[in-house]
């Protein structure tokens, strides 16, 4: 396992020798939360509300077409809906809400997100996103498995995501990933932060890119 983790960790370097430049840096900030009523520890299916708020790429920047530089402010995308969890560690959302990118176009989205441990070892996490408006119409999928590396709590794993665009050319990617869990206070049950880094391979010409996620979940 350890040999693993340190084949991920190389792999995650922000250089690439396939790339014919650097990749891609990106920062995303995701905050998730749970809504769920207070049920008997045996209870198997519980059902509540979720919320995310995401700044997809803090580091973005809107260029204009002469190469000057426009500041319209982060790109956002606030979700919420409903959760329905099962066995305490899985669950699946439907979310509706709106997005709004770094050159201030909004769009109204449909999402669905899950968290799937019933594997041993192994957590799967995906997300569907349709939007809708004619212009920027366009579906969205996302998947990610890891499993425990023995070391600092860190998980390993892979990610892939694709942008099917109408109209317009579509974006895949795929590349290794590592989750670390940070610690909290132990009083800071309903808390959990984390980080996330994963170097994607784009297929055809694109450039490849390294994103972190800096995740805080909140669950009541």
Do not use: C
């Not at 998730?32 to 299916?45: C, F, G, R, Y």
């Amino acid at each position: 396992m350890k040999s693993m983790f340190w084949l991920l960790f190389l792999a995650l370097l922000p250089t690439s020798v396939f790339a014919q430049e650097g990749p891609d840096p990106q920062v995303r900030i995701p905050v998730h939360i749970q809504v769920l009523p207070k049920a008997d520890p045996e209870t198997k299916n519980r059902f509540g509300l979720a919320f995310w708020g995401i700044l997809p790429d803090v580091t973005a920047e809107n260029i204009l077409p002469d190469g000057t530089v426009k500041d319209n402010g982060l790109a956002t995308l606030l979700v919420g809906g409903f959760v329905w969890q099962h066995d305490k560690k899985n669950w699946l959302e439907l979310l509706v809400g709106q997005k709004r990118d770094q050159n201030g176009y909004k769009d109204s989205i449909l999402n669905m997100r899950f968290v799937n441990n019933q594997v041993p070892h192994v957590a799967i996490a995906g997300e569907i996103q349709q939007s809708f408006r004619n212009e920027r119409k366009r579906f969205f999928w996302w998947v990610a498995a890891d499993t425990p590396v023995h070391m600092w709590r860190m998980r390993a794993g892979v990610e892939t995501e694709h942008i099917h665009s109408f109209g317009k050319t579509n974006a895949h990617s795929i590349g290794p990933r590592v989750v670390l869990p940070l610690p909290l206070p132990v009083r800071a049950k309903a808390l959990k932060v984390g980080l996330v880094t994963t170097y994607q391979f784009k297929k055809g010409h694109d450039r490849d890119f390294v994103r972190v996620y800096i995740i805080t979940n909140l669950s009541f």
